[in-house]
């Protein structure tokens, strides 16, 4: 059975400092992995997909790595902004699912404070 | 950009009662979802749906539950016989096949 944890659970950072959220799974045969951006009473927005043969995917200020072996994947955002306080959430496509299965971690909550 | 449309953004109704959950997927995806998050509670996969069928659903999806696309667009998520756990946002979710998942804003769904 397939466990995502992430660590920590909330954060608060000054502006303009770099974020770092952790993800971790169990099971290492995956497909791909996604991060997610939760805003209060909305749903999900995807930030990055990183497939399984990837190390790490970027856009933007966001980069997120993949280290599948170890299980583990890691968010990093670039000179943070008070925008970008939400909840991000990590999701795993496990290699035995279908498309669209994903399992979730508890998100970390990120506050940036000006 | 298009983006997944979900109605009502809030349904209150009784135990034992029925309620149907509505969604308009980004109108060229081929493959939809439901989700749901119970309050402080990780989201969890409900069902997807391809081609006018269930491909895959999760322990959570009862008989109590099943999903209907009614015609080009909608994509409905029925709860026959409502419990008080079934209290929860419940997520609508579209894809192209290989691409990343679209999720709408979500129901609030209350069970008093």
């Known amino acids: 059975k397939q466990e995502v944890t992430q660590i920590p659970a909330a954060l608060s950072v000054p502006e303009g400092e770099n974020l770092v959220l952790n993800c971790s799974f169990t099971?290492?045969?995956?497909?791909?992995l996604q991060w997610f951006r939760q805003d209060p009473g909305k749903g999900l927005t995807s930030l990055l997909l990183?497939?399984?043969?990837?190390r790490e995917q970027t856009s933007g200020r966001l980069n997120a790595s993949l280290d599948k072996s170890s299980g583990r994947s890691t968010l990093y955002i670039a000179a943070s902004q008070p925008g970008d306080s939400a909840t991000y959430l990590c999701?795993?496509?496990?290699?035995?699912?279908?498309?669209?299965?994903?399992?979730f971690g508890a998100g970390t909550q990120v506050v940036v404070t000006p | 950009e298009p983006e997944v449309t979900q109605t009502p953004s809030h349904q209150v109704t009784q135990m034992g009662q029925e309620v149907i959950l509505r969604c308009v997927p980004i109108?060229?995806?081929?493959?939809f979802y439901w989700y749901r998050q119970i309050l402080g509670q990780k989201v969890e996969f409900l069902v997807s749906?391809?081609?006018?069928?269930?491909?895959?659903k999760s322990e959570i999806f009862d008989d109590q539950f099943s999903v209907e696309r009614p015609d080009g667009s909608n994509f409905t998520l029925k709860i026959r016989s409502t419990k008080l756990e079934d209290s929860a946002m419940y997520f609508c979710?579209?894809?192209?096949?290989?691409?990343?998942?679209?999720f709408g804003n979500g129901t609030r769904l209350t069970v008093t």
């Open positions: 109108s060229n995806h081929l493959y």
């Open positions: 979710a579209s894809s192209s096949g290989g691409s990343p998942l679209h």
């Open positions: 990183i497939q399984s043969s990837q």
């Open positions: 999701a795993v496509r496990r290699s035995s699912d279908s498309w669209g299965k994903l399992q």
């Open positions: 099971d290492s045969a995956i497909y791909n």
């Open positions: 749906f391809y081609n006018n069928e269930i491909s895959e």
